[in-house]
Nanobody
Framework: QVQLVESGGGLVQAGGSLRLSCVAS????????MAWFRQAPGKEREFVAD????????LYAEPVKGRFTISRDNTKNTIYLQMDTLKPEDTAVYYC?????????????????WGQGTQVTVSS
């Protein structure tokens, strides 16, 4: 069993930055990777970024490439999402997720555990 808790969301002006954190607890030794997803009003939950535990390899969705950075701190079982040059289109609830297997990293069906979400609002 793995529990995930996100933090760091808030209100920011376009062009600004935010840093999200997600702390994993429980049976974290079973994790193969962790990721961030987001869901805007009226839209499906979409993949943002994933990081593999074994080597730290990352994968980003095209809309956030060059602006967002996912990172991990293995000693703290924590991942981060540094969001720079934020746009109003980034407004969404951001969810932390963990997977116990490898596979299609940008598919939400690969993830076994989910956090409660944290709201990010970008004003224009």
């Amino acid at each position: 069993q793995v529990q995930l808790v996100e933090s760091g969301g808030g209100l920011v002006q376009a062009g600004g930055s935010l840093r999200l954190s997600c702390v994993a607890s429980g049976r974290t030794v079973s994790m193969s990777g962790m990721a961030w997803f987001r869901q805007a009003p009226g839209k499906e939950r979409e993949f943002v970024a994933d990081i593999r535990w074994s080597d730290g390899a990352t994968l980003y969705a095209e809309p956030v490439k060059g602006r967002f950075t996912i990172s991990r701190d293995n000693t703290k079982n924590t991942i981060y999402l540094q969001m720079d040059t934020l746009k109003p289109e980034d407004t969404a609830v951001y969810y932390c997720a963990a997977r116990t297997s490898g596979g299609i990293r940008n598919s939400r069906t690969m993830y076994n555990y989910w956090g409660q979400g944290t709201q990010v609002t970008v004003s224009s």
